[in-house]
Structure formats: C-alpha cells, structure tokens
C-alpha cells in the first residue's frame, strides 16, 4: 500500500520539529510565559528575539526538558518532552544540542577534552577517531591552536566557539544557540554568522538563535519570534516583519527607545516609588 | 598533571592506607596473639577469679607460655573453673604445678601465674590443676588489714 | 506571638525538605555507584584529589596528636608508676575515638569543603545544566565518583592518622622519656583488642567518610547557584560535617563500647 506511507511520510516532513502550544510557565508569583504558540520548521534557522529578561533562556530551558511548563505542550520530534522522563528524554537530548548564554565549559578539563566530553560519554569510538571528529570541529570554530588551553585561559568569545563547538560535537538534528555573538569581534561574528548557517545546511539541522544581534540575526534567520511580558508579539521571515505595522516589531528592529516594548523590569510608578521611600524614611 | 603521575599518587595512598591498617592489626593489636600455635588445655578452679578475662596472659617464671580460654562456673562445687590453654612446646610441666591468679603492678590486669612443683610426671591435655590460689581483691585485703589493726588496739 | 510560631513552623518546614532532598539525593548516588567500577579511573581521579591531597594534613597532625598523647599520657602515668602502660593509652585513644573523629573533622574541612566549594561553582557556572544537556546525569558522572572516593579514602586517612600517632607516641615516650621499648608495644598488644578497638574503629570511619561526603555533596549541589550561595554551603558542610561527626560518634560509642 505505497499510498498512505507516502501521506504519512509528506505529513512527517511537514510537522514542524518543535511545536509549543499554549505555553504557561511562572517563577513563583512573577508569570514568564503566559500562552505561547511556536513552530520551529525542520532545517530552518529560527531567531527567537525579545528584550532582556523575556525568558528567552528559560525558553530554551523548556524545550531541552530542563524545566517543566505548568500548562500547554511542547513536542520535539513529535515526542512531548513536558512528558518525559529518565532514558526517553536523555535519548532526546544527545539528538539536541545546546550553546549555553556563558559557554559553561567543564572547568576541570581542557578544551580538546570538553569537545571530546559528549563523544566519550555516548560514544565507544576509538581514540584516534576521537580525535578527528574533535580537531574538525575545532577547526570549524577557528580554535584548533587553543586545545590545550583550559577554559579559565580562554576570553569570553573563544569560551563561547569552544561551547559552540562542543554543542555540535555529537552532530544533533538540532542546535538551540543562547546568545551566541554576545562578546565576538566582528570578524569571528562574521564567521559564526556564516557557520550557524553553513552548518544548518550541510549537516541537515535545525536551528534556534537567541540573539539582541539584529543585524546578524536577519542576516540567517529565516523565521522570526518577538517576544515580550510572556507573550509572542510579532513573528515572521525578516522581510514581514519589516513591513509589518507592528508597533512592536519597528521599536525591536530598529531599537527606537520608545514604544511597546518595556525597558523596565515590571514595577509600581517611579514617582510613587520614591515618595514610598520618603514616607519609609 | 598527567593522569600517570595521579594514578601513581592515588596507589602511593591506597597502599600507606594499607600499611597503616596492616600495621594496626599487626603490631598495636593482640591479632598475634589469636595465632596460637598448638597447644593444649588444663583446668584450674578457684574460689575467686576477680579481674581475670578470657585472654589473660598464663605465664611461668614471668614467660608468658599461654592464656586464658574460659572462665565458667560450677554450680554444684561453688567454684570459678578456668580452662587455660597452654602452648603445646611446653608440655612437661611437673603434675604438682600451681596456679595463682596475680596482678600486674598494684592496678594492673590479672594474669594466671603458674608455679613448677618436683613430680617427675607431667601435666597431661585434659588435666586439673590442684594447687591453686585465688586473686587477691583490694578490698577484702584493706578490710582484714582494718580488722587485725582494730583487734590488736583493743584486745 | 502566631507571627513568632509561624516563622518557627517555616524553619521546620525547610529544615525537613531539606533532609527529604538529601536522602532523594543520597538514592540516586547510591544507585549511580556500582556502574562506577566499569569506569574506575573517574573514581581515582577523585581519590586523588579527596585522599591524596588530604594526606599532608592527616600526616602531620596524626604525628602530633600521638606526640600530645604520649607526653600527657606519660606524665599522668609516672605518678602511678604505671608509665609501661604508655602504649596502651596512646593507642587506645586513637584508634578508639581520636584517629576516626579528628580524621573526620579535618576531612571535612580539607576534602568536604572543597566538595561542596566544586559541585557549587559547577551549578553556579552551569557545567550540571550543561551536562544534564548533553544526556550526561551529573549525579552519576560527577557526584557518585566523589562519594565513592570520599567512602573508600576516609578509613584508609583515619588508620594511616592512628598509626602515625602510635609512632609519634613511640618517638616521645620511648625515644625521649625513656619508657621501655618492648614495654610500650607488648602492653599496647595485650590490650588493644583487634575487633573491639581496631575494627570498631575502622566502622566509625567508615560512616563518619560517608556522611561527611554526603553532607558535602548535598551541600554543593543544593547550594544558591552565587558565589554567595556556594560560600554560604562551604560553610555550612564544615559546621555540620562537624556536629554530626561528633553526635554520632556518641552514638557510635554507646552502641560499641556501652556494654
Ligand atoms: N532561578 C530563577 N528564579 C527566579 N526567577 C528567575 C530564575 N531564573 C530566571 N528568572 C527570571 O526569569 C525571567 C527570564 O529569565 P531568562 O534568563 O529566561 O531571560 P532572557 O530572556 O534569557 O534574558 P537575557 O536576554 O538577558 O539573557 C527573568 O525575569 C528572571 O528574573
Ligand atoms: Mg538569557
């Protein structure tokens, strides 16, 4: 019966990889997301943009099934990883990988080692082979001169290539990138704008890019999320979201100070603030 | 630091902490003396045996030449039984040797102390000791003293 | 006053979540340690930095509590002329109490500290998260190897402390004070009792190696992820490393040598 397997098989390609639905998540009294709606299209480049302190990383945090959203789904591969636990979401993570906002690098072991970590660990190739995969990725973040430095010889921006490098170590279906031109020359930010995208193509994956980086996050990013106070305020391809008449989208894209989106972190009036603190006195 | 030279220190640890474990065992504690050779058992019964333990040295002319292996009590004669375990290179003591339960220095430990006689037959495995003499208590010695002193005060 | 009893019921209330959290914890250790032995080389390297680096420390102050206790053991024994019985004392005590306790309470200030100070920073610069990322539980890859290390390493510290304190008790009473050679170690062998002392002691080595681990462990692992947090856990493993050596030796002791 080729007909349905051939339905089946179009309907697959055409689920997106990471499906949030109606995504509910608070730190105690103070509500971070409150009803999000995301796709993440198989081998796309998908930006997810938004002020400081949105969530962006606790976004990413729930799609890695670090933490647990008190209500809608998240599915990653079709699997809904709000669900899982133990084995099924461990064998979901080695296909994901993750470039955390500050690098964490293992600081107890040198860069070749860090890079080499998730080989070792779920892999049983031989040393040489090892090494290979690791020098190669090395080399594609520009750092294969600094193996055998340890991560607290390393600057901010090279911690960050050699997170980069290791996040792909294991070749995942999928690289989710916190920040990952924050502290870059321009011309390693040129490059890693290049490889987020020529490895995206080449090896078949999907991206997620958190990034402020406007510029560069046009540049490769082919689906945009905006958002702000828990919600998504705007999303589309680069070119939408220029036209759009979003009020949200123009402040975010051109960085106008005034507008929608909030510079402050949640707060009573200043006026009213101050005066508290005369009465208090 | 290489993984040779830290895999080199941790065996330096883990044999000193062997050592030191081999050494407590060996030469702080009695673990020498659990090995007894051979040996065989005589009996001895007392009055009293205060202060003697299973373990306690049995010595002759201050050698120590076995130990203490129980300590019982016989219900019908009203007597300590104490089977003593004596090393099997020393089976000629005389017949007419006996036993006395003594203490190391004023407060120290008790310990059997045996005294040889003139038989020309010795002492067989399985053997009781005749002659015996029983542990001096502190007590019963200071209240005898008391008691001769008083009586000689006021005859 | 309800203000007062409501704050007293919050204490006890994190207190008992605490210690709910410690012994979820100490499960999943538990149940990370035997797959342990197919990849030992992760539990040397811990061993080398809880045991090895450790060593200095329990060395020189073995050498000098046993020095300690054979001079205030020799002056308090001359006066009942008694002084043969210096080896007993010397060893009595520490593979008793001293040896297990004082080994204990330097553990936990050189090694536990230091458990917790690495676990904690590893938490505050997000290596755990990094690893939990990678499909890496760090409960098996980093904490059961430090916990097995800490077990194995405290009774081999605790009997190497006792014996280089019977040697430095030797070095003064008889090296010094002229106390009689074989005196000091054949009384020290007629009365040390190899299970009642030297086991008992090595049994309250062992637990005391496991709690204090496990205390450090926890610590580290459950601390604020701040430089403020991790030193605040820091602290805390030493202060309770100590008292709940000290407590259950008192146990320990009753049970052992209370009959
Ligand atoms: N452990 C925590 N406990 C309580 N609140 C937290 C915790 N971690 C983060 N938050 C809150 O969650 C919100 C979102 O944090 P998150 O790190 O996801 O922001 P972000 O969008 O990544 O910001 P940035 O762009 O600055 O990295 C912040 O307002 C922060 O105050
Ligand atoms: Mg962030």
């Known amino acids: 019966m080729p007909q349905p397997f051939c339905h089946a098989f179009v309907i697959m390609n055409e689920t997106p990889l990471v499906r949030i639905r109606d995504l509910h998540y608070a730190r105690g009294s103070h509500v971070i997301f409150a009803g999000v709606d995301i796709d993440i299209r198989r081998g796309t480049v998908t930006a997810i943009m938004g002020p400081s302190g949105t969530g962006k990383t606790t976004l990413l945090r729930l799609i890695g099934g670090q933490l647990r959203p008190d209500r809608g789904s998240i599915e990653v591969d079709g699997q809904p990883v709000h669900r899982l636990r133990g084995k099924a979401l461990y064998a979901l993570r080695k296909r994901m990988g993750m470039l955390f906002q500050n690098g964490a690098l293992l600081t107890d072991m040198d860069v070749y080692d860090n890079i080499a970590f998730p080989l070792r660990e779920h892999t049983a190739l031989p040393e040489s082979l090892i090494r290979t995969l690791v020098l190669m990725k090395l080399e594609a973040v520009g750092l294969r001169g600094a193996r055998h430095l340890m991560p607290s010889q390393l600057s901010g921006g090279m911690a960050r290539r050699v997170a980069l490098a290791r996040a792909i170590a294991l070749d995942p279906m999928m690289v989710m990138y916190d920040e990952p031109f924050t502290g870059q020359d321009p011309i390693s930010m040129g490059v890693l704008v290049r490889l987020i995208r020529t490895l995206n193509d080449a090896l078949d994956l999907t991206s997620v890019v958190v990034s402020h980086d406007i510029k560069e996050t046009r540049a490769i990013a082919d689906y945009i999320y905006l958002l702000s106070e828990g919600k998504v305020v705007a999303q589309g391809t680069s070119e939408e979201l220029e036209q759009s008449d979003s009020a949200w989208a123009r402040q975010f894209l051109h960085g106008e100070p005034d507008g929608p989106v909030p510079f402050h972190y949640p707060a009573p009036a200043y006026a009213e603030d101050l005066l508290a603190g005369e009465e208090a006195a | 630091m290489t993984s040779r030279t830290l895999e080199i220190w941790v065996g330096i640890f883990v044999a000193a902490g062997l050592a030191a474990l081999f050494m407590l065992a060996m030469k702080v504690s009695n673990l020498a003396a659990y090995q007894t050779g051979p040996s065989y058992e005589v009996t001895a019964r007392f009055e009293d045996v205060s202060g003697l333990k299973v373990r306690s040295p049995v010595t002759m002319a201050g050698v120590r030449i076995g130990r203490v292996k129980r300590i019982e009590f016989d219900d019908e004669a009203l007597q300590a039984v104490v089977t003593l375990e004596i090393d099997k290179r020393h089976n000629r003591l005389p017949r007419d040797t006996s036993a006395s339960i003594y203490t190391a220095g004023l407060l120290g430990e008790k310990y059997v102390g045996l005294e040889a006689g003139g038989e020309e037959e010795s002492l067989k495995p399985g053997d009781r000791i005749r002659l015996t003499q029983d542990s001096m208590v502190l007590e019963k010695l200071i209240a005898q003293f008391i008691a001769k002193f008083i009586e000689d005060k006021n005859p | ?259």
């Open chain 3, 1 to 259: 006053m309800t203000e007062a009893l409501r704050q007293l019921g919050l204490v006890g209330l994190g207190f008992f979540q605490r210690l709910g959290r410690a012994h979820l914890l100490l499960l999943a250790i538990l149940a990370g340690v035997p797959p342990l032995f197919l990849r030992f080389s992760l539990v040397v390297r811990q061993l080398y930095s809880v045991g090895v680096l450790s060593l200095l420390i329990i060395l020189v102050s073995g050498l000098f509590v046993g020095m300690v206790l054979g001079l205030q053991g020799y002056n308090t024994l001359v006066d009942f002329g008694a002084e043969e019985s210096l080896g007993v004392v010397v060893a009595l005590s520490l593979v008793r109490e001293l040896g297990p306790v004082v080994t204990a309470l330097l553990f936990a200030g050189r090694a536990g500290s230091a458990l917790t100070a690495e676990i904690g920073l590893m938490k505050a610069t997000e290596q755990l998260s990094a690893m939990e990322m990678m499909a890496v539980d760090p409960i098996r890859r980093v904490l059961a190897p430090r916990f097995l290390a800490g077990f194995l390493a405290m009774p081999l510290l605790a009997a190497i402390f006792s014996a280089v304190g019977v040697i430095g008790g030797w070095f003064v009473g008889v090296g010094l004070l002229g106390v009689d050679d074989g005196a000091y170690w054949s009384q020290m062998q007629a009365k040390v009792d190899l299970y009642d002392d030297i086991w008992n002691g090595v049994v309250k080595s062992i637990v005391f190696g496991a709690v204090v681990t496990w205390i450090a462990i926890f610590e580290g692992y459950d601390a604020v992820p701040t430089s403020e947090g991790v030193s605040r856990a820091t602290t805390r493993t030493v202060v309770h490393s100590a008292l709940a050596v000290l407590g259950l030796d008192f146990v320990l002791t009753a049970l052992m040598f209370g009959d």
